[in-house]
Every structure is written in C-alpha cells, then in structure tokens.
C-alpha cells in the first residue's frame, strides 16, 4: 500500500495535485507577502528562493508562485516584469540574462478534460544553462531545458528543448541559421 502523499509532495514530484489544498495555499500566502516586500524594496531574494547566487539581481515587480523552487546561479539577471510560475524546480545557471516581460512556467494542466474539471495541475521542471540571454517578452513553457550560451529571441515561444550555443527565435521558436 503506497503511503498516503500531500499534496505539496505530489507538486514536487510532478504528479498532478490540487493547487487548492490549504497547506500550498499557505505557502503562495507567505510568497504573496514575501513578494509585496520584495517589490517594495523591502525584503531580499534570499529570505524566498532556493538559492540565490552571488551579485544576482531581479529587478522588481517580480511574480512567482512559490519562490523556494528557483535555483539561481551567480551574476544572474532578471529584468522588469518577469513572471516564474515555480511548481516545481526552475533552475538559472550563472552569468544568464533574462529581458522584461519574460514568462518562465512550470505548471501545466492535463489534457483530459475530466481530470482538468477536477481542477488537477502538475508541472514540469525548467533548466536554463549558463550564459544564457532570454530576449523581452519570451515564453519559456514547461519542461524546456536551454543549453549554455544559447539565445532565446525576442517574443519568442520556446516549447523545445535548445542546445547549447544555439541561438532561437519565432512562434514557435526555431533555430536561426548563420547569415540570416
């Protein structure tokens, strides 16, 4: 007999779970505030986050859902307006920047139709490389990983994985070849 799971540890796992359940309402409350702080200038990255590197920076207004799953590397920066819907891990190596407006989301929904009418989500951990620059107003969707080095145009929706050095724009993001 499987042992009896929370909902906050099936969010964890990527299993579907309900968002609702009052223990992880508890913990987007104490992010709300955190967050009303930290937009405020009155709090810090490191009161929040699962890890905060050296000399990172996210210019605030900032959103996220629960902050301790973002993982940030050092010399990290975020600019205006970015949005990390963090149900589970969302991880930034180091010397990344990321351009205003940037959506970076982990949460996903089924696409039975039944299961979403009982309001179930799961999610899909994020990995960005190191020395990554995410161009304003991109869409990171769930389970993406972005190698080192790569650029992530403008605008663009990524909903594939992109290989290191690799640099991608459009909707959906594609590869740009050399001499365009």
Same mark, same amino acid.
């Given at each position: 007999?499987?042992?009896?799971?929370?909902?906050?540890?099936?969010?964890?796992?990527?299993?579907?779970?309900?968002?609702?359940?009052?223990?992880?309402?508890?913990?987007?409350?104490?992010?709300?505030?955190?967050?009303?702080?930290?937009?405020?200038?009155?709090?810090?990255?490191?009161?929040?986050?699962?890890?905060?590197?050296?000399?990172?920076?996210?210019?605030?207004?900032?959103?996220?859902?629960?902050?301790?799953?973002?993982?940030?590397?050092?010399?990290?920066?975020?600019?205006?307006?970015?949005?990390?819907?963090?149900?589970? $891990?969302?991880? =930034? /190596?180091?010397?990344?920047? +990321? !351009?205003? @407006?940037?959506? #970076? *989301?982990?949460?996903?929904?089924?696409? %039975?139709?039944?299961?979403?009418?009982?309001?179930?989500?799961?999610?899909? $951990?994020?990995? =960005? /490389?190191?020395?990554?620059? +995410? !161009?304003? @107003?991109?869409? #990171? *969707?769930?389970?993406?990983?972005?190698? %080192?080095?790569?650029?992530?145009?403008?605008?663009?929706?990524?909903?594939?994985?992109?290989?290191? /050095?690799?640099?991608?724009?459009?909707?959906?993001?594609?590869?740009?070849?050399?001499?365009?």
């Amino acid at each position: 007999m499987m042992p009896h799971r929370s909902e906050k540890q099936k969010m964890l796992a990527s299993d579907l779970y309900l968002a609702s359940d009052p223990e992880l309402q508890h913990d987007m409350a104490q992010c709300a505030q955190w967050l009303a702080r930290y937009n405020n200038r009155n709090g810090n990255l490191s009161e929040r986050l699962g890890e905060v590197g050296e000399n990172t920076c996210i210019r605030p207004p900032f959103h996220c859902d629960y902050g301790y799953n973002i993982f940030l590397g050092n010399n990290v920066f975020l600019n205006f307006n970015c949005i990390v819907l963090d149900v589970v $891990p969302v991880r =930034i /190596g180091d010397e990344t920047q +990321i !351009g205003p @407006g940037v959506q #970076i *989301l982990t949460a996903d929904h089924p696409r %039975d139709p039944e299961l979403r009418q009982k309001m179930l989500e799961f999610g899909h $951990p994020i990995t =960005i /490389g190191k020395n990554v620059w +995410i !161009g304003g @107003g991109a869409i #990171i *969707l769930p389970g993406i990983t972005i190698g %080192d080095n790569a650029i992530i145009g403008a605008g663009s929706v990524v909903t594939r994985d992109v290989a290191s /050095g690799v640099t991608v724009a459009g909707n959906p993001a594609r590869p740009l070849h050399a001499g365009l």
